[in-house]
């Protein structure tokens, strides 16, 4: 195609007009006719038919009726024309198409030329990249055997420093005072004989020859010193008036790894030290705890003797008795009252002896007792954290506070054979208690053992001192003890005392036993109480004898708290028994023959004609006319005789209202057998009307 153009040069010249003639190059082009043939297969057809039937080109043919050879003779002319524009396209674009093969013939060059430079460059490259991974390989090497050198110039460094001892060390150890900076250097010294001691590649080294005894002589040295620095400290303790817990808390723990140094390097020294400790403290304790007691015994006030019992007769007690005044005017004896407070007091403060006694005041022993114990909590609970902290065990506790535990002892030992204040005893149990909980609480045991062996001592004390209580009831001399006195008697006003302050005193505790117990003592004065009153002649007399000490014991019972306890519950039931019979003795008393007409004839139905005998108007009229002519004075008898009978007046007017009330019962129902009775409305003019006997009634029940 290129010779075509080379061949027909167009000028430039002469204009568009004059085109190449591709008639006269190309020559004519002719379609011959299909020509018949034999061969042809037609198989198919019909197939093709049907197919074409559907194409658009060949039904817009079929339409216009045109001869499908003359159609394709169109085709083909067409195509051939079409191709004839195109070369011709392609022979006005030949300068253009000459221009861009010399182009790219020129980048041919160049990128040859490119391809040969960048040859040269990756020769150069590889040969760089094999020089960076010699010096990659160098560099690897290098940083090995510095980290190999670091490594050994660590452990010789770390070996210089442990095993060197630098002079200035030397003179601390040996000439300098004991303090902190003492302390510090003591921790160095400890951390080199622990290498020289532990280290095994200490054993073959040169320079262990030369370090070791010097080390030993500065062991020995530092031992030595801080030995007659503890024993220093601990004469220090031994000195009167001395405050034990600020100096542990201010000197003595500033040093405690001084005897951590000496556990370790020291062990023979250390044992010694301690034991020095424990005998020192042993004895500061005892001493100081001696002397407290001594101190406190001077406030001691003595609440009760052998023969202070609920049953005894205070006749028979002396009145010269230790200068006190008879049992009878002293309730303290059994009556709780302020001393239950100790109890909320159970936190505070120990008395201070001397301060205590410039108040010339004394106290029960039970708050002695608290004192003593409130001491005895705070110095072992600080005593036991001390010796946790400073000597790192707490075994030690039970060597040092050996004796003061048994100058307690001896001191309780002696008191409690000679206590017979049964309240008193179960104070002091219930302080062993609280005192158990606060120790607990704060997580300290170090006095679980001994509070136990207190509180197995005061129950065993308490037990008998309540049965001496109880016997005293169930022995007590009836004839000795009875007054001709119907009002509450003074055994009866002790047990009630002493009751209501166990129960109080059991309120948070619930102790079964003392449940018991109070139930037998209850089961005693019951008897006693029957006893007693069985001595009066008259049986009403009896009965308000009851009455006003169940009213009584009641009544101090409700003080011990709002609960009703079983003995309240006790003590009430009988009162309500007993105030049923007095009731019906005062009313037999001035309302016999009604009461007696009401219980047997009121009941009987005269329409029936069961009875033997018929109520008649005769039989009823002298009952009701006497009735009618003194109930007003019998009314006021009774109420006179009630205010007279009873000391708890509230008591006596509940009784008067009962007895006029049921009073109205009966005269109610003697009004209704007056209806039944033939005739008996002749009597009505007689009758004293219901609502005068109710006014009479509230008129009374006003005064309360």
């Known amino acids: 195609m290129t010779e075509v153009a080379s061949n027909q040069p167009v000028d430039a010249n002469s204009g568009r007009g004059h085109l190449l003639d591709l008639g006269a190059f190309v020559g004519e082009l002719t379609v011959e006719d299909d020509l018949p043939s034999d061969d042809i297969s037609l198989e198919g057809l019909e197939q093709e038919l049907q197919d074409c039937k559907t194409d658009d080109v060949v039904a817009t043919i079929l339409s216009k009726g045109t001869k499908l050879r003359d159609y394709t003779k169109d085709v083909e002319n067409n ?17 253009n198409l000459v221009s861009l093969h010399d182009q790219i013939h020129d980048c041919d060059t160049i990128l040859s030329q490119m391809e040969n430079i960048l040859s040269g460059f990756q020769a150069e490259i590889g040969s760089i990249s094999s020089d960076i991974k010699i010096l990659q390989e160098k560099s690897m090497d290098m940083g090995l055997k510095l980290k190999n050198r670091k490594a050994a110039e660590s452990k010789l460094a ?13 003179d601390i150890i040996v000439d300098g005072e004991v303090n902190e900076e003492y302390m510090r250097t003591l921790e160095i010294l400890s951390k080199k004989l622990k290498f020289v001691q532990i280290d095994a590649m200490l054993k073959t080294s040169k320079a262990l020859n030369d370090v070791q005894p010097e080390l030993e002589k500065l062991r020995q040295k530092a031992v030595s010193k801080v030995f007659d620095f503890m024993v220093q400290k601990l004469n220090a303790l031994r000195k009167p008036k001395t405050n034990v817990q600020i100096l542990q808390q201010s000197i003595l723990l500033k040093y405690k790894y001084v005897i951590q140094f000496l556990k370790e390097h020291g062990k023979d020294v250390h044992v010694d030290v301690r034991a020095a400790y424990i005998d020192t403290m042993n004895k500061v304790l005892s001493t100081k705890i001696r002397a407290y007691i001594q101190a406190l015994e001077k406030l001691q006030l003595d609440i009760a003797t052998s023969n202070d019992l609920i049953g005894v007769d205070t006749r028979s007690t002396s009145l010269f008795l230790r200068g006190r005044e008879p049992l009878k005017n002293r309730s303290a004896v059994f009556a709780l009252g302020e001393r239950i407070n100790i109890l909320k007091e159970i936190d505070e403060s120990a008395l201070i002896p001397h301060i205590a006694e410039a108040s010339t005041k004394r ?26 902290e400073f000597f790192g065990e707490q075994s030690m506790f039970y060597e040092i506070f050996a004796g003061p535990f048994s100058v307690i002892e001896e001191h309780l030992n002696t008191i409690l054979p000679n206590c017979f204040d049964a309240i008193g005893l179960m104070l002091m149990i219930r302080i062993i208690y609280q005192y158990r909980l606060i120790m607990s609480r704060k997580r300290i045991p170090c006095l679980d053992s001994y509070l136990d062996k207190v509180n197995i001592s005061l129950w065993p004390r308490f037990k008998m001192v309540f049965d001496m209580h109880l016997n005293s009831l169930r022995n007590a001399n009836v004839r000795t003890l009875w007054e001709d006195d119907v009002h509450p008697h003074y055994v009866m006003r002790r047990y009630a005392e002493f009751t209501a302050s166990l ?12 449940e018991l117990n109070l139930e037998r003592l209850r089961m005693a004065v019951d008897d006693l109480l029957v006893k007693l009153a069985k001595l009066f002649q008259k049986p009403k007399l009896q009965t308000v004898f009851l009455i006003n000490n169940c009213d009584m014991t009641i009544a101090v019972l409700k003080e011990a708290g709002p609960e009703g306890s079983k003995i309240q519950m006790h003590f009430e039931e009988l009162l309500k028994s007993n105030t049923s019979i007095y009731v019906e003795e005062l009313l037999m008393e001035h309302f016999s023959d009604l009461i007696k007409f009401v219980k047997i004839r009121a009941s009987e139905d005269p329409s029936s004609g069961s009875s033997e005998r018929p109520i008649s108007v005769s039989e009823v009229e002298p009952i009701i006319k006497d009735f009618g002519s003194r109930w007003k004075a019998a009314i006021e008898l009774m109420h006179n005789d009630v205010i007279t009978s009873f000391s708890n007046f509230l008591c006596g007017m509940e009784i008067l209202r009962a007895a006029l009330t049921q009073l109205l019962l009966y005269y109610t129902r003697l009004s209704d057998c007056m209806k039944r009775i033939a005739g008996g409305s002749s009597l009505n003019k007689d009758l004293v009307s219901i609502s005068s006997i109710m006014y009479e009634i509230r008129k009374y029940s006003r005064t309360f």
Do not use: W
Not at 503 to 514: R, S
């Open 503 to 514: 129960i109080q005193l059991n309120v948070d505790y619930g102790d079964g036993q003392l």
């Open 79 to 95: 195509l051939r024309q079409i191709e004839l524009d195109s070369i011709e396209d392609y022979i006005k674009e030949s300068d």
């Open 363 to 388: 106290h029960p022993y039970e708050v002695l007792f608290r004192s003593l114990h409130k001491l005895l909590m705070d110095t072992a609970a600080s005593e036991y954290l001390f010796c946790d």
């Open 158 to 170: 770390k070996f210089v420093e442990d095993i060197i001892v630098p002079p200035r060390m030397i």
